[in-house]
């Protein structure tokens, strides 16, 4: 368990107040970035990731300072994303940002990732970089983790006041600047101290759930006037868009635009278009956008509690009834950032891909068109849906009697795995040999279009091999 968790652990437990501690005056400010952080009750950051060391990675956490702009619609917006924007007041702020980067400068290949932390649970969290971090760490991006919403940096202020007190969020009508001075950083001479060494050619912003909405608020409307990231990564939206400030109101099934520069893949899961009804804002791919949409993915799912590669298998009735999803979606996300890095250079460009296949009534609780064992079709093909040993779907998963509070909430957003039977398996692969070399080619099919990596195309091939499947296993 990464040690962000257990310290997250503790300091719920402390029950310490809401509420925003005053902040301090700005110490040690190099062109709006003071740190490295220390001290604190932890003498870590919130969010720190544990073993990095191993990967040739360093963690370092950072104070950025400045006047934040909020932004007002400036003419009518509509579904199709074209939203103008002008500045509005101006608020200061103080916010964090966590980086993790190659401790050998030599080693940076040129991009750095930026996520917009997600703040659903409460706190903040970084689900791209989880579901993302063998291709970052073994490809040597540069990752910034930024506070943007006042959510995360209250609660950081609240959890361990000797080291956050100094933060200040003037309001969520200002988490868009705070985002782009954040990249704006990282191009100017605040690179120095946030990624010494290292000088980025490409910045590509990132973020998931609620983050990947208000990444759709900002391309569609802060965008176009900052220009400030080469590429997005849009992962599991939902079928709507963030406010931009308080009282605006964004369009019902609002689509990203693509008519501004830069470069976008939108990566869903099955579970989004379930529980999320993305679906109703499906747009084609064009030169600057590509939709993927992943057979039998769920929102949230094994990895996302235990990031390895391959992850620790759940066990149904803890936390959810079932068995949570245990498709290898984060390879996909993998796939995307090395996407976006390659299409941003013009090395490469992302394939289009299959969407799901919907049934005839797209309203319905379940929209998505399955086989006879109850698997999605279409969209991308990861080889456990096509050589399958269960059912695996972004369906609700009830939460299990006792649950933990936060599980209570969120395991609808969990999927499923539900084993087929071993009669069922015996019949379907009656030698072990048929079996890996079935899952084996299913494997290599997803990797030639590059939506599965040829490292995570090894990953899967070994796991088929030393998963005990086939009558003579």
Not at 80 to 99: C, H, K, M, N, Q
Not at 199 to 225: C, D, F, W
Not at 229 to 249: C, D, E, H, I, K
Not at 302 to 312: A, I, M
Request: glycine share 10%; aromatic share 8%; with cysteine.
């Amino acid at each position: 368990m990464p040690r962000f968790r257990r310290a997250l652990v503790f300091l719920l437990a402390l029950g310490l107040p809401a509420g925003l501690v005053a902040a301090q005056p700005a110490v040690g400010v190099t062109s709006g970035v003071s740190g490295p952080v220390t001290g604190g009750a932890f003498n870590l950051p919130q969010s720190n990731w544990a073993g990095l060391a191993a990967y040739g990675y360093v963690e370092t956490e950072y104070f950025v300072d400045g006047v934040a702009t909020a932004y007002a619609p400036a003419g009518e917006w509509l579904p199709d994303g074209i939203w103008p924007a002008a500045e509005s007041t101006t608020a200061e702020f103080r916010t964090r940002v966590l980086v993790r980067r190659p401790t050998d400068p030599a080693k940076f290949n040129g991009t750095v990732v930026v996520e917009w932390n997600n703040v659903t649970a409460g706190f903040d969290t970084s689900p791209t970089w989880t579901a993302s971090l063998d291709e970052i760490l073994r490809g040597g991006y540069a990752f910034v983790g930024v506070s943007a919403q006042a959510v995360g940096v209250n609660q950081m202020i609240n959890g361990d006041p000797g080291r956050y007190s100094s933060l200040h969020h003037p309001g969520d009508e200002y988490s868009y600047d705070i985002f782009n001075q954040v990249g704006q950083h990282l191009r100017g001479a605040a690179r120095r101290v946030l990624i010494p060494g290292m000088t980025p050619e490409k910045v590509i912003a990132m973020g998931e759930s609620q983050s990947a909405s208000r990444l759709v608020t900002y391309i569609n409307a802060v965008h176009p006037l900052a220009r400030v990231y080469n590429g997005f990564l849009v992962y599991s939206r939902g079928s709507g868009a963030a406010t931009l400030a308080p009282g605006v109101v964004t369009p019902t099934r609002p689509i990203i635009r693509t008519d501004t520069p830069g470069r976008i893949i939108n990566v869903q899961a099955e579970g989004d278009i379930a529980v999320l009804r993305s679906h109703y804002v499906r747009q084609d791919d064009n030169g600057r956008y590509r939709l993927w949409e992943i057979a039998g993915g769920a929102h949230t799912d094994e990895h996302t509690l235990s990031p390895k590669n391959p992850p620790t298998p759940s066990v149904a009735g803890s936390p959810c009834v079932d068995r949570l999803n245990s498709a290898r979606s984060h390879m996909v996300v993998a796939a995307a950032v090395r996407g976006l890095h390659e299409w941003t250079r013009k090395i490469s460009t992302p394939k289009k891909a299959p969407r799901m296949t919907l049934g005839p009534d797209i309203d319905a609780a379940d929209p998505i068109a399955r086989d006879a064992d109850g698997n999605g079709l279409g969209g991308i093909r990861l080889p456990q849906m096509e050589v399958p040993i269960a059912r695996i779907d972004g369906l609700v998963n009830p939460a299990a009697p006792g649950a933990p509070p936060l599980f209570q909430n969120f395991c609808r957003l969990f999927g499923r795995t539900i084993p087929f039977s071993e009669a069922d398996l015996d019949a379907r692969y009656p030698t072990r040999i048929g079996y890996v070399v079935a899952f084996h080619d299913a494997a290599v099919a997803v990797g030639a279009n590059r939506w599965v990596l040829p490292e995570d195309v090894a990953i899967l091939v070994w796991e088929a091999l030393t998963t005990p499947i086939g009558a003579d296993a």
